[in-house]
């Protein structure tokens, strides 16, 4: 198989219809790191003591990504509000099993 | 009697290969160093195969145990690689006073290939352990281990207690030379191999490749999402450290395929017992000691991703040469 050559899978952002959050779809890797900057740049203005974040279609997070949602998870925190996820996938819940403490803070929704 | 290494001065580090014959000796020799640390009021971790475990216990006698802690090897050290950030985690724990350390990474019946990355782990001691004040001591079964595996304990520990003796190696080498000879060609695989050349923006066409090729496989759906993470993060070295670019190789591996030609040969269905992911790249490990210890979440080089490739898989083989950096992951079926 020839090497890969074409763009990078997306990853995109929309807004919530129902509450305050945003969908994200797509990979969150090394390919897709500004992406992901810029789409938790835009959660973070969503005005709201509770910000949702709708993983059910990201298939994967690699663990850069899971430190920029402590991160954004903080940062939201700071200001007295939360940043609440949904649907992690398998990639999201082993990222923080392997890294406990560091991942304590990160509200994900049963 | 066996002569327990001496005490250490502050800042030595002390890496003793215990050559036992029998029960008897193994009791003895990890007892008396377990019984002076106690007495020291020192850090005890004990990191053996599970059946050592209780003979262990049992000869401490009541009240031994306490303040030490236990580990079997046989799930610590399933894949040789994860052990030695498991030994840095325990000497941090108790950052001031000396950890002392039984480590017993080799035992009867591993595979070629784990033997050859518990060597590795061994050799590595020295260089994460350097100028620390504790001790590893490294038990080795003379009788059920081959003679070219005591041979190579010989040349990784600097000293080793033998029928009751603690006597210098002059075998011993030091890690870097002893990487050029653990450094050897991988077996090229014996069945089909599934393969993926990638680069910049190849990352989730990786995943996909080597998730679709996983589904045909006896893995569990947790064990394929440890898989495709363990990839992706060694894909990710490759572009991040590796020259940008890299090849994923894919295949099965089965017992009775390795003794049995005529089962390659079109014979009888073998047995797979596990799969392999090599990953391929122009790199070069800038530190032997890559991966072998905890990072942080937020670190952005490539030992965050080469220690979670050792969490998740069961054995990691490594090989760095002028050539390039191939890692092979393994997770077993069964």
């Known amino acids: ?110 | 009697m066996i002569t327990v290494p001496a005490p250490a001065g502050p800042g030595a580090f002390v890496h003793p290969a215990l050559f036992y014959r029998d029960l008897a000796e193994y009791l003895s020799g990890v007892g008396d160093f377990v019984r002076t640390a106690l007495a020291a009021d020192e850090p005890v971790l004990v990191a053996v195969p599970g059946p050592r475990l209780d003979p262990l216990r049992e000869s401490l006698g009541t009240g031994g145990g306490a303040g030490i802690t236990w580990t079997d090897m046989t799930e610590l050290g399933r894949n040789p690689g994860r052990v030695l950030a498991a030994l840095q985690e325990f000497a941090d724990r108790h950052t001031g006073r000396a950890a002392r350390i039984v480590g017993e990474p080799i035992w009867p019946g591993r595979s070629p290939a784990e033997v050859l990355e518990a060597t590795r782990h061994e050799a590595l001691v020295n260089t994460a352990f350097a100028g620390r004040p504790a001790t590893v001591l490294c038990p080795y079964d003379v009788v059920g281990l081959a003679p070219d595996v005591v041979s190579d304990a010989r040349r990784t520990h600097p000293t080793s207690i033998e029928r009751g003796r603690d006597l210098p190696s002059p075998a011993y080498a030091d890690a870097s030379a002893l990487a050029a000879d653990l450094d050897r060609p991988l077996p090229e695989p014996a069945g089909p191999v599934a393969r993926l050349a990638y680069s910049h923006g190849g990352l989730a066409q990786v995943r996909e490749y080597a998730e679709e090729w996983a589904r045909g496989t006896a893995l569990s759906p947790a064990r394929r999402g440890d898989l495709i993470m363990a990839i992706s993060e060694a894909a990710a070295n490759s572009l991040a450290h590796g020259g940008g670019k890299g090849t994923l190789r894919l295949w099965t591996v089965g017992g009775p395929a390795t003794q049995e030609p005529e089962a390659v040969a079109g014979g009888p269905a073998r047995a797979v017992t596990g799969v392999v992911a090599e990953i391929e790249d122009g790199g070069l490990l800038a530190d032997p000691l890559a991966g072998r210890r905890r990072p942080s979440l937020a670190s952005a080089d490539g030992g965050r991703g080469l220690w979670m490739i050792h969490q998740l898989c069961d054995l990691v083989e490594v090989r760095a040469t002028e050539s390039g950096f191939t890692l092979r992951l393994h997770l077993a079926t069964r």
Do not use: W
Request: include cysteine.
């Open chain 1, 1 to 110: 198989m020839t090497p890969n050559t074409g763009a990078p899978a997306p990853l995109t952002a929309l807004p919530m219809p129902d509450r305050a959050g945003a969908r994200l779809s797509g990979s969150c890797d090394l390919d897709t790191r500004q992406a992901l900057s810029t789409a938790l740049g835009v959660v973070a203005g969503i005005p709201g003591p509770v910000v949702h974040l709708d993983l059910s279609a990201v298939v994967f997070l690699d663990p850069t990504a899971v430190a920029a949602l402590v991160q954004a998870s903080a940062d939201l925190g700071g200001q007295g509000r939360r940043l609440l996820l949904h649907d992690a996938p398998y990639s999201l819940r082993k990222v923080v099993e392997m890294f406990p403490d560091e991942c304590a803070a990160l509200e994900v929704a049963a």
